[in-house]
């Protein structure tokens, strides 16, 4: 019988999240009850949410000390005991990160043949679609608008900014470093890109947004969600989807000007998460495939080798270091 | 040939408004251009945002030392050099505080034949369209729901919980004192209504919203938005109309879990001005009336004598003294 390879969450971080925060050992291949599929990971995928999830309930409960790592993969059925599946079935499951895990069939999503399957965690999955529904839907551009995107190399900005060109919007990401932002602008196809590490940071926003900033799709409150609140147009639109720089600490700041800038430039700052638009789903993926086809959107995948990676690329990601979507391959696609 | 009693703002304040930042003095009575009116002040209007413009450009220019105090008045025309515009007509004016201005015939509004005049302050006024359209078109209330607003014995406040009922929400009010607080629900209906000064205020805010809030209608920012965002259901909504308690301070706080608890939530909190839905101005006075004729909504005002009593019914008006609409009695209805 196969052991099965699991990282645990051995303490619960206050402040950075660091490697030795877990634990790798050998568990036990888990028992399948009635009604539950086995499943075996193939692609981990990494997010800053992840990070989220230890400081208490969100849409999702808690990850406590003690347990497996909480985290979703792309997974291949590898026994059933569930009406519906079978061995060899590729599904998106919450496994938590591990090798194996049996999981209730009501809670696993059947998967197109698509390949590569790593397509299905970036372009096609909750990163872009997140982009997607996110800017399209809440942030509801217009042409000619200007859309400041943060976290823009990471795995849903890098799609936002694509996405706003496409749509006839100025896209401005903001970015930790010279060489990313460079990055942004030459291999992404941002209008302007800026270095929020820069001690001109502020005006330096300024001057990438001529006309102001209609749409600030935001992924790290603090500091960077200040100067743009301080920028934005009136009747403006903030896109809230995650707030990565409160993550890793204990304390509950907020940016300054807040309700009064929002009263003032009749400013709308709105949450979401992708599931809200599951609906235009559908829609989003062709669209998403179009756009890549004709090279409008770069699908950018960063793949980690071995579970064991994990913990080292989860605390880098939360410094910045990936560059589009950061995942695990835990084992080979079986194809 | 008459005076023209004015109030000045002399000094503006840093901290908090004081009667000594004002001066009274006897002005000239204006020369009328080519294209303008001559108005007499009828009755001028007191509100929150009054103090706003003392802190910088908004929605208008800022109000500088020096210059006769802003604000709106009901105004009777005395001569006109502009088309369209002759003696006795009643118009809506931006005369600042004094007893006449002229005033570009382009920027006066005229008002309907409809009496009491102050009830096109109130309850047909900025402040009972601000609380319909607040409440109506930015918080899209639906039956069954909880709405909570604070300042809810003010000009606008006293309306939304009233409208609230109306619709078949659960209405609570925040309110200073156990006097105002019981008074919000033996006159207004409230539901329920909670002292915002209470050491207690946190837990019995939850007390009085059971099933969470779905609506908060903030009138102040500060302490009492963050206790409303921590107690938000998901999806809920918060109306940013005004943030009274950061007015009487240079300080910039905001409250604590932005944009965390926006994103965990999916809130949206969205700022307006009533003049965004002008559009739908006529069907708000009719269902104000209508609300009006059956009791369901009372229309409270509070009528100072005398131009001279107007800094400091803005100076009690910002430490919540008043009940219902504000307004100054400058000269009586000539009609």
């Given at each position: ?47 800053a949410?992840?990070?989220a ?165 935001d992924n790290t409150g603090g500091?960077?969600l ?14 809230c989807c995650g707030a990565v720089s409160q993550y ?88």
């Amino acid at each position: 019988m196969p052991g099965n390879k699991q990282i645990l969450l051995v303490e619960r971080p206050d402040e950075a999240l660091l490697t030795s925060h877990f634990q790798t050992r050998d568990g036990q291949m888990p028992e399948v009850q009635i009604g539950e599929v086995l499943v075996r990971s193939i692609l981990l995928s990494l997010d800053a949410a992840n990070r989220a999830w230890m400081q208490g309930a969100t849409y999702r409960d808690a990850v406590n000390a003690g347990e497996v790592m909480a985290g979703g993969t792309i997974a291949e059925v590898v026994e059933s005991r569930a009406d519906g599946f079978k061995p060899g079935d590729l599904v998106m499951a919450e496994t938590g990160w591990q090798e194996f895990a049996s999981v209730p069939a009501g809670k696993v999503h059947r998967l197109p043949d698509y390949r590569p399957l790593s397509n299905l965690l970036s372009v096609l999955g909750v990163a872009g679609k997140t982009a997607y529904h996110g800017l399209i839907e809440v942030g509801q551009p217009k042409a000619g608008e200007t859309v400041v995107v943060s976290a823009a190399a990471g795995s849903v900005g890098s799609y936002v900014g694509p996405i706003a060109k496409a749509l006839g919007c100025r896209a401005v990401g903001i970015a930790g470093g010279p060489e990313k932002c460079e990055w942004l602008v030459d291999e992404l196809g941002f209008d302007a890109a800026v270095d929020y590490k820069s001690p001109d940071f502020f005006r330096e926003l300024k001057a990438a947004c001529p006309d102001g900033i209609d749409i600030y799709f935001d992924n790290t409150g603090g500091a960077i969600l200040e100067a743009n609140l301080f920028q934005m147009n009136m009747k403006g639109r903030i896109v809230c989807c995650g707030a990565v720089s409160q993550y890793n600490t204990s304390e509950l700041s907020s940016p300054r000007g807040l309700p009064g800038l929002v009263v003032v430039k009749r400013l709308r700052m709105e949450g979401f998460i992708v599931s809200d638009f599951a609906a235009k789903d559908a829609e989003a993926e062709k669209q998403m495939l179009a756009w890549a086809a004709t090279g409008k959107i770069k699908v950018i995948e960063d793949i980690l080798d071995g579970l064991e990676s994990a913990p080292q690329g989860l605390v880098g990601l939360l410094a910045g270091e990936n560059r589009g979507k950061r995942m695990v391959r835990v084992a080979p696609d079986p194809a």
